[in-house]
């Protein structure tokens, strides 16, 4: 048997998170025959390993907490080689969300009810402050039955919570009803409503009708949980899994909210099966009626995403040290399964995100949390720099293949009024737009943007830019945001789609801004102060450690300002003892 096609590869590694990873292949078959193939040298370059982008130390890479002055990261994890399979929650704690200490694994499978697998779920605290992770099993491999359990801590005043327990009430919610037991898993994190003293958790699954859904369960007192009438919602998207609901302030402000308080948005959050990609929408929540609603009548049909790049089965979790959202994301290999084996790892988590809403409460807001500024170094900085068209400039001084990089963007408005028209056929398509626009294709208002990950001789070059389309029977300017790694690599096995994501911005002052984290393999990007994010994996063949280059470059046909360009190397923090 030969290795899968990087296309199948890719979508195999997505069922790190999700509920079709229950579904049982020939994995040790799979990494014998694999590791015979040829796997060009650049994938195996311990350089192109993240630097400060989580990882375990190898192989493999559900429910953040933060618990007694510790930040705890529970991840599916494969201790016995670098592809799917042999799952366990892997566990590391940090002080700070940058250094990490690994851990034992929390969580083995050890009862009936998780005898075939323990998969993703969920932390909640409870009232007296004591953390509960509800996790989905299978108890027959079979028929792929899905059920959820729950662990607590052995000893409460460890702060690295080092031992989980099972009670003997395993398993504590089973699919019954007409639930399809073999799509019913990925349990969130609980809330309580203070005026009956409920707790509330949403479960992700597939309707009769292929519609996916959120189941909500109820429970008094953590054991005996009860299944709600209606689910909180559903839309005709096929299954949902790692459904994620949580409250943010209509303040628009960074601080994040903990409870369904009255003046609060809701944001239902999926990662589609049949996508694999993350969506949300934001809207109001009926405490009484257990319903959500979008507040976009067509926020189920044209969905917003997290990151418009390689990001799936996300998590977010309320901080109380900071009082705020985090966002944690997962990202898959571009890889093939024998470069996988070869390198001994594969898949990282993306840096994590503050999330906020935006003033206009049409979408949320994603910055990288604070704490990873600690890993800047060196830096260098351009001002009012004219990029003409055609040109590109170099960005000399740091070492730009494991850096932080923010500019801002300046375009004139006769460069606005010479945009390009908008195909309405690609108004709701971002993706097949930068797929056919790409960043060399010579436009009006770009493209303009950052060549990052690029080698001397441009041989080698990933493209981030904006560029600015005119809306068809308006004009009203549209911006395009996309990384493009078509010349990424020299590697002709690698997986190397164009990612893109329109940008909701007000651009008649001409001003955007971008900030892309690099990191050796990884091209994690922030259009217009977090409005638009993608991420990429990226292996180059010749911008590899020292070799690699930045650039700013504009494709357009008039002048580019940059106003300010700041780049700063990036240190490499402790990671789970590497």
Request: glycine letters at 8%; aromatic letters at 10%; one cysteine or more.
């Amino acid at each position: 048997m030969r290795a899968l096609g990087r296309v199948a590869w890719a979508w195999l590694l997505l069922l790190q998170l999700a509920g079709a990873s229950h579904v049982v292949y020939d994995y040790e078959n799979l990494e014998v025959e694999a590791a015979a193939d040829t796997v060009p040298p650049s994938i195996v370059d311990p350089l192109l390993r993240t630097g400060y982008h989580f990882q375990p130390r190898k192989n493999w890479i559900n429910a953040p907490l933060y618990y007694k002055g510790w930040y705890h990261l529970f991840y599916q994890y494969n201790p016995k080689g670098a592809v799917w399979g042999n799952i366990v929650w892997g566990h590391s704690v940090s002080r700070d969300l940058i250094n990490w200490v690994a851990l034992k694994p929390a969580i083995e499978p050890s009862i009936a009810s998780d005898k075939y697998g323990c998969w993703s779920g969920s932390a909640t605290t409870l009232l007296d402050g004591t953390p509960a992770i509800m996790y989905t099993g299978v108890n027959r491999p079979d028929v792929n039955n899905q059920v959820q359990n729950i662990a607590y801590p052995r000893n409460k005043s460890d702060p690295l919570l080092r031992e989980w327990v099972k009670p003997t009430h395993n398993p504590i919610i089973v699919p019954r009803g007409g639930v399809n037991a073999t799509q019913f898993r990925d349990p969130t994190t609980a809330w309580r409503h203070a005026d009956d003293g409920h707790w509330r958790l949403l479960i992700g699954s597939v309707d009769s009708a292929a519609r996916g859904v959120a189941y909500v369960y109820r429970s008094r007192d953590f054991k005996r949980w009860t299944r709600a009438r209606r689910p909180l919602h559903s839309a005709d998207t096929g299954m949902w899994e790692c459904p994620d609901f949580y409250p943010v302030s209509r303040a628009g402000r960074r601080v994040g909210v903990e409870t369904s308080e009255a003046e609060v948005k809701h944001v239902l959050k999926n990662s589609l099966d049949l996508r694999r990609y993350d969506y949300y929408t934001v809207g109001t929540y009926d405490r009484k009626a257990e319903r959500y609603v979008p507040d976009d009548p067509v926020g189920d049909e044209h969905l917003l995403r997290y990151d418009y790049g390689n990001f799936y089965a996300s998590k977010t979790f309320y901080d109380p040290a900071k009082r705020r959202r985090i966002l944690w994301g997962w990202a898959n290999e571009s890889d093939t399964a024998a470069g996988d084996v070869a390198k001994g790892w594969a898949g990282i988590q993306a840096i994590p995100r503050t999330v906020w809403l935006d003033p206009s409460g049409k979408q949320l807001l994603q910055w990288p949390v604070e704490e990873v500024e600690a890993l800047r170094g060196k830096s260098v900085t351009l001002k009012d720099r004219v990029i003409r068209p055609g040109q590109h400039v170099e960005v000399t001084g740091i070492q730009a293949a494991q850096a932080d990089v923010e500019v801002s963007f300046e375009v004139s408005p006769s460069a606005l009024a010479g945009a390009e028209p908008l195909d309405p056929a690609l108004a709701y398509d971002a993706e097949r737009l930068c797929g056919v626009k790409r960043a060399d294709v010579k436009g009006g208002a770009g493209p303009f943007g950052l060549w990052v990950l690029a080698s001397a001789n441009l041989k080698e070059r990933t493209a981030v830019f904006f560029r600015v389309f005119k809306a068809a029977g308006s004009n009203k300017p549209v911006v395009l945001m996309c990384t493009d790694p078509t010349k990424s690599s020299l590697n002709p096995n690698l997986y190397r789609p164009t990612f893109a994501g329109f940008v909701d911005t007000d651009i008649s002052d001409g001003k955007i801004s971008l900030r892309s984290l690099i990191d050796r393999s990884v091209v994690e990007s922030f259009g217009a102060g977090g409005k638009t994010c993608i991420l990429s994996r990226i292996y180059p063949s010749l911008a590899i450690g020292k070799n690699a280059r930045l650039y700013v470059f504009n494709n357009g046909k008039a002048d580019v300002r940059v106003s300010r360009l700041t780049a700063w190397e990036m240190k490499k923090p402790l990671m789970n003892g590497a």
